[in-house]
């Protein structure tokens, strides 16, 4: 039998090999209640412009509603050989409304509907995606005022460099994630334009208003090319591509806390409630989560990239390679979302292991620059030669296998026989945190104002 929808020029059905590629209702069923609410929106605008009659567009709607309620309910039968969901629909609504169903068709195509559908759903998703972040910069914020003044160590190339607090590096994370927030608002703002009454890719000779079905799903105007309104699929890639950005955000943090949950590092402890033991070794407590955050990156990554090489060489205007924006978009996007909820979880119950953090933040060197500073401060030397003299000092300590403080003055003044006794003060890691009071510096006093803003501009509601 051929298809009842396009098959009119075709004496046979599809071979079951074309049924199976082309059909995309196995993924795209989750588009239902984007699907039926562009049906309402799109009908209601035929029967306004009058070009449905009132009685039709009633059945239409009723019957509309009746299979989302089927849909809801988990009662509607998918099936393959309908290929997909705008088909699966209007085939159920046909069952139910009689041929006043094939009028819904009139003005529109495949084409725009899914372009709308895709938009709508993206739409919402990146919503949740922007309000997920905010939980997720709320608990980083939290933990960063508890944590104001813990001391640990900061890294450059994984080699102590200086001592920082441990809500600053939290507070890193929230600058990150705002910036992400931007680009999912950014993306949401660019992509809200409506392709519905586009149709195919010419436009329609139907008197539409595509004003009014935009404004009634959401939508600030409508797309103002048609063959751009079924070709476009930059909301999807640029989506995914700031996806991908807090993706690897999230990877990244989500990598320092399965090095520091290490015994070697043991700078935080995770909760039960975000680890996993092992079936061997009963002292394990793994990192899973972090460990999935960081690998789930890949897929979203991927995604991006599948479909930037899908889109690359498609002429104007559909085509059906585009039907595989679907999957890719759907899942990474979902992906991103557990990530977001997993790494708020972990966040929220973490525990940094403030003694060890405060030891390792003292070693290394690490008040090194310090030293540095101070001779240039103190004693007017210029800081190529406070660098130099500072060097030397560590060579000793070095050799002696000893820290910095552990020097003797005298020891000191070999290398600089202007130092004196004050030299010690700022030596120690809570002096040094204390004295980084430059803009965005790491003092303990400026994460307090940086956390505290923070928690206040996250509580107001747009925020
Ligand atoms: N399932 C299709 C997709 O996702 C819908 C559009 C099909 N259009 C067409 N002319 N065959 O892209």
């Not at 508890?146 to 450059?156: C, D, L, N």
């Amino acid at each position: 039998m051929s298809n009842r929808m396009w098959g009119g020029r075709f004496a046979s059905g599809p071979a079951e090999i074309m049924e199976e590629i082309n059909a995309s209702i196995g993924f795209d069923k989750r588009l239902a209640p984007q699907d039926i609410r562009g049906s309402l929106a799109h009908v209601a605008m035929l029967g306004a412009q009058g070009i449905l009659p009132t009685d039709d567009v009633a059945a239409i709607e009723g019957g509309l509603k009746a299979v989302q309620a089927e849909i809801e309910s988990g009662g509607f039968v998918f099936k393959r050989e309908l290929e997909d969901i705008h088909m699966s629909v209007e085939s159920r609504l046909t069952e139910i409304v009689g041929p006043a169903a094939g009028r819904l068709h009139t003005a529109r195509s495949r084409n725009d509907q899914v372009a709308t559908d895709m938009k709508l759903w993206v739409r919402d998703t990146l919503d949740n995606l922007d309000a997920q972040a905010a939980g997720l910069q709320r608990a980083l914020a939290e933990k960063a005022l508890a944590h104001a003044g813990t001391v640990m160590p900061g890294f450059t190339h994984l080699q102590s460099a200086q001592p920082v607090t441990f809500g600053h590096h939290c507070l890193a994370y929230v600058e990150m994630l705002a910036r992400d927030r931007g680009r999912f608002r950014d993306a949401r703002a660019r992509l809200n334009e409506c392709p519905l009454g586009a149709a195919a890719l010419a436009g329609t000779s139907f008197p539409i208003d595509r004003h009014a079905t935009a404004a009634a799903l959401g939508f600030d105007r409508p797309t103002a090319n048609s063959l751009d309104s079924v070709a476009d699929r930059d909301f999807a890639l640029e989506s995914l591509s700031a996806a991908s950005i807090c993706a690897i955000h999230l990877s990244r943090f989500a990598e320092e806390l399965v090095v520091w949950t290490s015994a070697q590092f043991d700078f935080v402890k995770l909760s039960d409630g975000y680890t996993t033991g092992s079936s061997i070794m009963p002292q394990k407590r793994n990192p899973d989560a972090a460990e999935l955050v960081r690998a789930k990156s890949g897929r979203i990554v991927g995604a991006l990239m599948g479909l930037l090489t899908v889109m690359k060489g498609l002429p104007l205007a559909y085509s059906k390679d585009m039907q595989e924006d679907k999957e890719g978009t759907f899942d990474a996007l979902q992906a991103l979302s557990l990530c977001l909820a997993a790494m708020t979880g972990m966040v929220r119950d973490l525990e940094p292991n403030a003694e060890v953090l405060a030891r390792a933040a003292g070693s290394g060197y690490s008040t090194a620059t310090d030293l540095a500073d101070w001779l240039v401060r103190e004693l007017g030397l210029p800081f190529r030669q406070a660098h130099h003299v500072t060097g030397r000092l560590v060579g000793m300590a070095s050799a002696k296998g000893v820290g910095l403080e552990a020097l003797s003055l005298p020891e000191m003044q070999e290398a600089e026989p202007q130092i004196t006794q004050a030299v010690y003060a700022v030596l120690g890691v809570a002096n040094s945190v204390a004295s980084r009071v430059s803009f965005g510096g790491t003092a303990p006093a400026n994460v307090r104002a940086q956390a505290e803003g923070w928690l206040a501009r996250l509580a107001e509601p747009a925020a």
